[in-house]
């Protein structure tokens, strides 16, 4: 016959793709919410109500690890249980060869093995709860339960008996050979440290948290602690040999011990503390003409010796032994009892089932959830990869539970209670301060950790640059009053306090574009009207800072709330764009300074020179400097001067191989090209390397933890072993404060009223200080990074006034949150689950939240001017690299992009996004178009004269994302957006229709609970669904 498969999922995220058909009762209201309920007596009804069953201590569901064991008694009279698959989370089989575990896989399982389960569940021994310490008392109570005949004699009970005492033979045993066991360099090296735990003196039971019971106390769990089941099984393996010590044979076991006992901490480092086996016993018997099933549920949970491939307690035993001639057969039926009893809900029913019929249930209720693949259409022996996400199965447990689509449709808060307004003064900021204050020490010794050193160490080389740079820029742009010193002070203070006392010390402080244009259109003025530049720039900080004070104490931060992710991604994507242009453009500057000799003949090389001369005709410019430093031209050499020298003297370069600007320098910009591209390319390998398929998992996470910094050596090394010459690193050697002192006078020379006259350019960069630190501080706070110690909107805009306020008096450049920067820091410090089931892909779980790192940060490029030394070595090509690599990395992520290269895919190649499944592909694209016009605007603002009022074009993405609002409906744009906040009336009514819905839900559920308990009962059904019916008028 024709094999039907069953793919054994977890479980289908669209219900309509199922391809059987479920009838049941779908009651909506408005706006598409509803309650499904099934038909009464469905599996999934019955299983709902066997899961809200009243837990006790024995009964409460933990992960289990199955094994599955084989004997066939052909082979001899020494035949032993041998293990052939395993399951985690996904099925592992011993290859055929015997010597390795297959790759993890999804387990395929056929319709008919599923269907003789069920048969041998329901026909077949069935014992609950029973007390039991070893197997042989299993196996008694197993064989007592069997009925007496003449195929089935004491004889025969002594022998099925006796099979299933034999001793348990796992994969990781090997008995041929005296040396069986090679360990490969990669499997040592990611074990030996965890050998200490063998002896580490420690309890070998440890308490686990289990679920409240009824009292609403919590009860604790003895369980088996990793290190107790790590000395468990050294101790088993070496009572093993302990009687054959003697010669080469003592050394041969001794190290068939140790590789045996590093592969079992390897995998005991997989499974979480506290979990139980489930083992599956199969196989065939020459002796038997009738099979023997039998489920066991032991309570409590056992430890048997050499049952199980790691020493954990055994809850479960599932055993089938039948005549011979069906071990395939047999092997089918094993396999599917061992995937369904890594099913989330299975798993959950098998705990707290009552009798036979309650595990038939569950078996129902997991057909009713999986998928067919016709026979004829794929191919059997496939194996299917494990998915990378994999779907929460609450909706199997709980009636009712809404779908992703219904999700989406109900009316959910953008901001979170940080943003709400409280209508007292300093409201906001005195909620910050309380909800960040418990959390102040723990962000202290969250950041005792390896992974923040690499973040530090990455982000201090990444944040010197354009602080450097943007002093420099500043220097030309003041005549030197605030210089490169003066930028490198001033971010160090305002980094160091911000990162001690903001409310969310992920955000990195940082300079800005429009920041430097306002202070390039500050100078100017004061300039023309022969004006103190750094008394009025003092004045206008000390008046931006009091406005931000006011906006804190207005609790004007709650504006925040609606900035979306339209206006965040728009935001952000210009900041990694704007970051990935000065990259290259600082690239292609090199050119200029090092150029190239471009269409040169290799044969007239010998021919090609540059000499320096004098002048022919100089400028009055050059007279008065020769002049002025009384030169004499006529005596100088001028063929012999350097470069330095000629360029120093106002010299002219003359020669085949001269430039505009000097003579051609070899090699150097191509090496700097080298070093660019190799950098971007290094970091970004070096990053993924976590999910490579080679060496150890620590060595693999430091490595990505410590991409970029062991980028930055590498080139570094590669340039100094090179040697050509080129551009390093220039930090500044002196400190400031030496020429017109520490503080400045806020009026100085400047009349009186320019005290209030500074107001006026106050209120525009009070708009631009706002703008920048807010919308960085929302990306960073987005909810998909999962920060569990909240945010600090006012508390943060605070500290920024306050350090902005000071750096104004000290002459200093103002600082305010970097996006770029900030982001990079927050995807630096990404947390992933660390037990993991072999196939499973790692679960994000958060970002580490502490303070250390921005505060070494910080402290470190205050102490930059002693590194001098070491700084010089690091190719300026190397740190634009560096840039590069910031902006593609902060671009992945953001959905802008994801949906811009929609236009380019055809519909058979697109990715499944949720919103591609529920909104029509033009409104996605007329979305996109608008996000990628306001993008276009930004940008051309922001490189032309007008870029000062760059914020308050940013504050316009506001106002056209709600005009958006006429254009899309709320729930296309709750999958392509966030919802805007509502008028107050609006979300009363919304919260009212929200309310009522629940009423109708809850008062289902408990009509539901009556009408499973009264199945038996027609008459009163009758009754029960006549109830509902009048519940789901009332609720229309």
């Known amino acids: 016959h024709r094999t039907l498969y069953v793919g054994a999922r977890m479980p289908p995220v669209r219900q309509s793709h199922r391809h059987h058909r479920r009838h049941r009762a779908v009651f909506r209201r408005g706006n598409g919410m509803g309650l499904c309920l099934l038909p009464p007596g469905s599996p999934s009804q019955r299983v709902q109500v066997i899961l809200r069953t009243q837990e006790d201590e024995e009964h409460v569901p933990r992960h289990l690890f199955s094994e599955l064991d084989e004997i066939c008694v052909k082979e001899g009279p020494d035949a032993e249980w041998k293990e052939t698959a395993r399951w985690l989370k996904f099925e592992e089989d011993v290859e055929d060869g015997g010597e390795r575990w297959s790759k993890p896989y999804v387990g395929t399982l056929s319709l008919h093995s599923l269907s003789e389960l069920r048969s041998c569940i329901s026909k077949g021994t069935v014992l609950l709860d029973i007390c039991a310490n070893s197997m042989e008392e299993i196996a008694d109570m197993v064989l007592a339960q069997q009925e007496q005949s003449t195929e089935f004699d004491e004889h025969r009970r002594a022998q099925v008996r006796e099979v299933l005492l034999r001793k348990h033979h796992h994969q990781n045993e090997k008995t041929n050979n005296l040396l069986p066991v090679v360990c490969s360099f990669a499997d040592v090296s990611e074990r030996q440290s965890d050998l200490h735990l063998l002896y580490k003196p420690g309890e070998g039971f440890c308490r686990a948290l289990a679920p409240l019971d009824l009292s609403g106390q919590r009860r604790s769990v003895p369980v088996l602690s990793y290190a107790f089941r790590a000395r468990f099984a050294l101790a088993n393996l070496a009572a093993e040999c302990a009687a054959e010590r003697c010669g080469l044979c003592f050394w041969g076991n001794w190290l068939k011990i140790t590789c045996r006992a590093q592969a079992e901490l390897s995998f005991l480092k997989k499974i979480p503390n506290g979990a139980e086996a489930s083992n599956v016993l199969v196989g065939e018997l020459d002796f038997l003409h009738q099979p023997i099933v039998a489920f066991v549920r032991l309570s409590p949970a056992v430890l048997l010796s050499g049952m199980t491939e790691v020493p954990i307690p055994t809850r479960f035993l599932f055993v089938l032994l039948g005549p011979e001639g069906k071990a395939h057969q047999y092997h089918e039926i094993g396999r599917s009892m061992a995937t369904i009893m890594t099913d989330e809900v299975f798993r959950d029913v098998a705990y707290k089932a009552k009798n036979g019929a309650d595990l038939v249930a569950g078996i129902d209720e997991f057909l009713d959830q999986v998928t067919v693949l016709p026979p004829?259409?794929?191919?059997?022996?496939?194996?299917?990869?494990?998915?990378?996400?994999?779907?929460?199965?609450?909706?199997?447990?709980?009636?009712?539970?809404?779908?992703?689509?219904?999700?989406?449709?109900?009316?959910?808060?953008?901001?979170?209670?940080?943003?709400?307004?409280?209508?007292?003064?300093?409201?906001?900021?005195?909620?910050?301060?309380?909800?960040?204050?418990?959390?102040?020490?723990?962000?202290?010794?969250?950041?005792?950790?390896?992974?923040?050193?690499?973040?530090?160490?990455?982000?201090?080389?990444?944040?010197?640059?354009?602080?450097?740079?943007?002093?420099?820029?500043?220097?030309?742009?003041?005549?030197?009053?605030?210089?490169?010193?003066?930028?490198?002070?001033?971010?160090?203070?305002?980094?160091?306090?911000?990162?001690?006392?903001?409310?969310?010390?992920?955000?990195?402080?940082?300079?800005?574009?429009?920041?430097?244009?306002?202070?390039?259109?500050?100078?100017?003025?004061?300039?023309?009207?022969?004006?103190?530049?750094?008394?009025?720039?003092?004045?206008?900080?000390?008046?931006?800072?009091?406005?931000?004070?006011?906006?804190?104490?207005?609790?004007?931060?709650?504006?925040?709330?609606?900035?979306?992710?339209?206006?965040?991604?728009?935001?952000?994507?210009?900041?990694?764009?704007?970051?990935?242009?000065?990259?290259?453009?600082?690239?292609?500057?090199?050119?200029?300074?090092?150029?190239?000799?471009?269409?040169?003949?290799?044969?007239?090389?010998?021919?090609?020179?540059?000499?320096?001369?004098?002048?022919?005709?100089?400028?009055?410019?050059?007279?008065?400097?020769?002049?002025?430093?009384?030169?004499?031209?006529?005596?100088?050499?001028?063929?012999?001067?350097?470069?330095?020298?000629?360029?120093?003297?106002?010299?002219?370069?003359?020669?085949?191989?001269?430039?505009?600007?000097?003579?051609?320098?070899?090699?150097?910009?191509?090496?700097?090209?080298?070093?660019?591209?190799?950098?971007?390319?290094?970091?970004?390998?070096?990053?993924?390397?976590?999910?490579?398929?080679?060496?150890?998992?620590?060595?693999?996470?430091?490595?990505?933890?410590?991409?970029?910094?062991?980028?930055?050596?590498?080139?570094v090394l590669l340039d100094f072993v090179v040697g050509i010459p080129s551009p390093k690193l220039h930090v500044p050697h002196a400190l400031p404060g030496t020429t017109v002192g520490w503080f400045i006078n806020p009026i100085g020379p400047n009349p009186w009223w320019t005290v209030l006259a500074a107001l006026i350019p106050a209120?525009?960069?009070?708009?631009?200080?706002?703008?920048?630190?807010?919308?960085?501080?929302?990306?960073?706070?987005?909810?998909?990074?999962?920060?569990?110690?909240?945010?600090?909107?006012?508390?943060?805009?605070?500290?920024?006034?306050?350090?902005?306020?000071?750096?104004?008096?000290?002459?200093?450049?103002?600082?305010?949150?970097?996006?770029?920067?900030?982001?990079?820091?927050?995807?630096?410090?990404?947390?992933?689950?660390?037990?993991?089931?072999?196939?499973?892909?790692?679960?994000?779980?958060?970002?580490?939240?502490?303070?250390?790192?921005?505060?070494?940060?910080?402290?470190?490029?205050?102490?930059?001017?002693?590194?001098?030394?070491?700084?010089?070595?690091?190719?300026?090509?190397?740190?634009?690299?560096?840039?590069?690599?910031?902006?593609?990395?902060?671009?992945?992520?953001?959905?802008?992009?994801?949906?811009?290269?929609?236009?380019?895919?055809?519909?058979?190649?697109?990715?499944?996004?949720?919103?591609?499944?529920?909104?029509?592909?033009?409104?996605?694209?007329?979305?996109?178009?608008?996000?990628?016009?306001?993008?276009?605007?930004?940008?051309?603002?922001?490189?032309?004269?007008?870029?000062?009022?760059?914020?308050?074009?940013?504050?316009?993405?506001?106002?056209?994302?709600?005009?958006?609002?006429?254009?899309?409906?709320?729930?296309?744009?709750?999958?392509?957006?966030?919802?805007?906040?509502?008028?107050?009336?609006?979300?009363?009514?919304?919260?009212?229709?929200?309310?009522?819905?629940?009423?109708?839900?809850?008062?289902?559920?408990?009509?539901?609970?009556?009408?499973?308990?009264?199945?038996?009962?027609?008459?009163?059904?009758?009754?029960?669904?006549?109830?509902?019916?009048?519940?789901?008028?009332?609720?229309?």
């Open 376 to 715: 004829g259409e794929w191919d059997p022996s496939i194996r299917i990869e494990p998915p990378k996400n994999v779907p929460s199965q609450e909706k199997r447990k709980m009636p009712g539970a809404l779908d992703d689509s219904a999700s989406h449709s109900t009316l959910e808060k953008h901001s979170g209670p940080e943003l709400q307004r409280t209508g007292r003064l300093f409201g906001g900021l005195t909620l910050d301060v309380k909800r960040k204050a418990p959390w102040f020490w723990s962000d202290f010794r969250d950041g005792l950790s390896l992974q923040c050193l690499a973040s530090f160490l990455f982000l201090y080389c990444a944040c010197m640059s354009p602080v450097i740079t943007f002093g420099g820029l500043l220097g030309e742009a003041t005549d030197g009053h605030i210089s490169a010193m003066e930028s490198l002070l001033g971010a160090s203070m305002a980094g160091v306090v911000y990162s001690l006392f903001a409310g969310q010390p992920l955000t990195i402080l940082g300079s800005t574009g429009p920041v430097l244009v306002f202070e390039k259109i500050l100078y100017k003025f004061c300039k023309e009207y022969t004006l103190s530049y750094l008394s009025l720039r003092a004045c206008v900080g000390l008046w931006t800072a009091f406005l931000c004070i006011v906006l804190v104490a207005t609790d004007a931060s709650c504006l925040v709330g609606y900035v979306t992710r339209f206006t965040e991604e728009a935001f952000a994507s210009l900041i990694c764009i704007i970051f990935i242009y000065e990259a290259l453009e600082k690239l292609s500057h090199l050119r200029d300074t090092y150029p190239v000799h471009m269409h040169s003949k290799l044969d007239f090389l010998t021919s090609y020179y540059c000499k320096c001369e004098a002048p022919t005709h100089p400028s009055n410019e050059t007279l008065r400097f020769w002049e002025s430093n009384k030169i004499n031209v006529s005596g100088i050499a001028w063929e012999n001067l350097t470069v330095t020298e000629c360029r120093y003297l106002h010299g002219e370069f003359q020669g085949p191989a001269c430039g505009r600007d000097g003579p051609y320098t070899p090699d150097v910009f191509f090496w700097c090209c080298i070093l660019f591209f190799a950098t971007f390319a290094l970091s970004s390998f070096l990053k993924k390397f976590k999910t490579s398929r080679y060496f150890p998992t620590r060595v693999r996470s430091a490595v990505s933890d410590f991409a970029v910094f062991l980028t930055i050596v590498i080139m």
């Open 763 to 1036: 209120l525009l960069c009070t708009i631009l200080i706002f703008m920048d630190q807010q919308i960085s501080a929302v990306i960073v706070n987005r909810k998909e990074h999962k920060l569990k110690k909240g945010c600090g909107y006012h508390l943060d805009l605070f500290m920024v006034a306050v350090m902005l306020g000071v750096c104004s008096v000290m002459g200093l450049p103002w600082f305010v949150a970097a996006t770029v920067l900030s982001i990079t820091h927050v995807n630096s410090l990404k947390v992933e689950s660390d037990c993991s089931a072999p196939g499973e892909q790692p679960k994000f779980l958060g970002i580490r939240e502490q303070r250390v790192t921005g505060l070494l940060i910080f402290v470190l490029m205050g102490c930059s001017v002693f590194f001098t030394s070491v700084l010089k070595f690091i190719p300026m090509p190397v740190l634009y690299g560096v840039f590069l690599y910031m902006g593609v990395s902060s671009l992945r992520g953001i959905q802008f992009f994801d949906r811009l290269k929609l236009f380019l895919m055809p519909a058979k190649h697109q990715p499944d996004f949720i919103y591609l499944r529920h909104v029509p592909l033009r409104k996605v694209h007329f979305f996109t178009v608008i996000q990628l016009i306001c993008l276009v605007l930004l940008w051309t603002i922001k490189v032309s004269r007008a870029a000062i009022i760059f914020p308050m074009m940013v504050l316009a993405l506001v106002f056209v994302r709600k005009a958006m609002d006429f254009c899309f409906s709320k729930r296309e744009l709750s999958f392509l957006d966030d919802l805007m906040p509502e008028r107050r009336k609006k979300l009363d009514d919304a919260r009212n229709e929200a309310g009522e819905e629940e009423g109708v839900r809850l008062a289902g559920s408990s009509w539901l609970d009556i009408s499973l308990g009264l199945l038996d009962c027609p008459f009163l059904l009758q009754l029960v669904w006549k109830r509902w019916g009048k519940i789901s008028t009332r609720s229309k």
